[in-house]
């Protein structure tokens, strides 16, 4: 799609074309099964440590701390199903945020129909978790707390060391779901008291269908998926070599670049600026300053997100939104909702995630482009006020 | 990309209003009745892109018909016309269905002037049936 321009990166990102070359020769050359004795399959053993190596790099962990999983929602199911079900003896709480993605909401959720008990923290009107609500909810029942390190729609960053130090304290687990974080904002794992923390290849040029869990050494988690004794019994299942070798590439290639991002920043910047001046009425989602680079969430007054995209996708511009009908229920973002906006405000959201190849032109054409859409769609609104 | 009918008639015959901002649909359906035929029909649209098509398309369909003909229009009517929805967004043609007889309800109580309501609003059934 040669005109396309791409503003979805926090949904996922186009496979960089060194990842793809890393692992061609693993679907048909080198496919050996790791575990096998022989030296094809040894070969494939080695690329598999060698990209551990590589995704520990770039979180700052040990190799024997990085667990390789088939995506982001795995991880998190692990990690949090894994804590709860290893340490039921202990306790049955879990404390997590209003604003996780679903991968973490919808594990909770079903958490609490076998018998666990969940405190979801509410968040500001910058979706930044209570500090104060959290440390109130901790009871002696208290196993995990689970926040994420960004928030995916809004791109707000929390305060994870404060929450890593809270429960280090209270000697309570904690998990981080850092889908959105990792390859975007440096994470050294050495500062900071995290015992698990969740991410995925595909938000960072990598594959989909390959992520990690890293789980600090001498924590106690039970596997998800029982079976042979792949990744030291932690998660069964032959080795998705090619994937993992992706993932290997992708998370040394994100450390090269991890200061791009002060460059996607600009961009970004510039789009929100523009929209601001061009378009009234509209509102900026999201802490203003602990936020990722690349993410640009807004509400547009009197218009719906759907239409909007659908009228952006004409003009080969992608985008997302809070809004019920891309979430194919009857309510718009969580998260949105979360940080108090009301739902006819939230439906009119729009999210432009930026990346390593969006330009200066593109946003141009985007700041030449919505402008005419949202006023079109305002005229036909029955809630845009006349004259 | 270009719905036909958008817009307000400024003396309406009839206004109907429904859907609901809060599950991200409004539509409000203005009618112009002479003798008892639908001369002329315009709408606004608060909502995805099927909640703009299907408001454009009932609004072709219920066109110059009598306020008879115009009762008997189905949201499956508007859907066929439109090839077809996704199953989710049946209801947004269900909104369709509902707007016109919203608009033809408030014209007959203007005529009688039984409810001296300007405009008559209609809950969203799908919200309805699935809030139970």
């Known amino acids: 799609m040669q005109d396309l321009i791409y503003m979805d990166h926090n949904a996922t990102t186009p496979v960089d074309n060194r990842v793809l070359e890393a692992m061609l020769p693993y679907f048909s050359e080198k496919y050996g099964n790791p575990s096998s004795i022989y030296r094809l399959a040894k070969e494939c053993d080695l690329a598999k440590e060698k990209s551990r190596e590589?995704?520990?790099?770039?979180?700052?962990?040990k190799p024997a701390e990085v667990f390789f999983t088939s995506c982001g929602t795995e991880s998190d199911n692990l990690a949090i199903k894994g804590v709860c079900f290893a340490n039921k003896e202990r306790g049955n709480h879990i404390i997590t945020s209003k604003i996780e993605h679903h991968a973490v909401l919808s594990t909770c959720k079903w958490l609490e129909k076998e018998g666990f008990e969940v405190s979801y923290i509410g968040v500001d009107k910058y979706g930044i978790v209570n500090l104060h609500e959290l440390e109130k909810s901790i009871t002696d029942k208290t196993i995990l707390i689970s926040i994420m390190y960004a928030n995916n729609e809004v791109g707000t960053i929390e305060p994870i060391a404060d929450i890593a130090d809270i429960a280090k304290t209270r000697d309570i687990y904690f998990h981080t779901d850092a889908?959105?974080?990792?390859?975007?904002?440096?994470?050294?794992?050495?500062?900071?008291?995290?015992?698990?923390l969740s991410l995925s290849a595909h938000k960072l040029y990598g594959p989909k269908g390959i992520g990690a869990l890293y789980i600090k050494k001498g924590a106690n988690i039970d596997p998800l998926l029982h079976g042979g004794h792949h990744e030291r019994n932690k998660r069964a299942g032959t080795e998705n070599v090619p994937g993992i070798v992706g993932l290997g590439v992708a998370s040394e290639i994100a450390s090269e670049d991890i200061e791009k991002s002060k460059e996607i920043k600009i961009l970004r910047d510039k789009l929100e600026k523009g929209l601001l001046e061009r378009i009234d009425d509209i509102k900026i989602n999201g802490h203003p300053e602990k936020r990722l680079d690349g993410t640009l969430n807004l509400c547009i007054k009197y218009v719906e997100g759907e239409s909007m995209l659908i009228h952006l996708d004409y003009n080969n511009i992608a985008a997302s939104s809070g809004s019920a009908c891309t979430s194919g229920s009857l309510e718009?973002?969580?998260?949105?909702?979360?940080?108090?906006?009301?739902p006819e405000i939230a439906?009119?959201?729009?999210?432009?995630?930026?990346?390593?190849?969006?330009?200066?032109?593109q946003v141009n054409k985007i700041l030449e482009t919505l402008p005419p859409i949202v006023e079109k769609l305002r005229a036909m609104s029955p809630?845009?006020?006349e004259g | 990309m270009n719905p036909r009918n958008m817009g307000e008639i400024p003396d309406p015959d009839g206004i109907g209003e429904v859907g609901n901002p809060v599950c991200g649909d409004l539509m409000k359906i203005y009618i112009k009745v002479e003798g008892n035929v639908i001369a002329d029909i315009k709408f606004k649209t608060f909502g995805c892109g099927a909640a703009i098509a299907t408001s454009s398309m009932v609004t072709e369909l219920v066109k110059g018909k009598t306020i008879d003909d115009a009762l008997k229009v189905t949201n499956k009517d508007v859907a066929e016309e439109l090839d077809g929805l996704p199953p989710i967004k049946m209801h947004c043609s269900l909104l369709a269905e509902e707007g016109i007889k919203a608009a033809i309800k408030n014209y007959h109580n203007r005529k009688t002037k039984k409810h001296p309501h300007p405009f008559n609003k209609s809950v969203c059934t799908y919200i309805e049936s699935h809030s139970k």
Not at chain 1, 54 to 60: D, E, N, S, T, W
Not at chain 1, 181 to 196: F, R, S, T, Y
Not at chain 1, 332 to 342: D, E, F, N, Q
Not at chain 1, 347 to 361: A, D, P, Q
């Open chain 1, 54 to 61: 590589k995704v520990a790099g770039l979180i700052g962990a």
């Open chain 1, 332 to 342: 718009p973002s969580h998260v949105l909702t979360a940080m108090g906006i009301s």
């Open chain 1, 179 to 196: 889908v959105q974080a990792v390859g975007k904002i440096p994470i050294n794992i050495k500062d900071l008291e995290i015992d698990l």
């Open chain 1, 347 to 361: 439906h009119g959201s729009l999210r432009f995630s930026l990346g390593k190849e969006n330009t200066e032109e």
């Open chain 1, 383 to 385: 809630l845009y006020p």
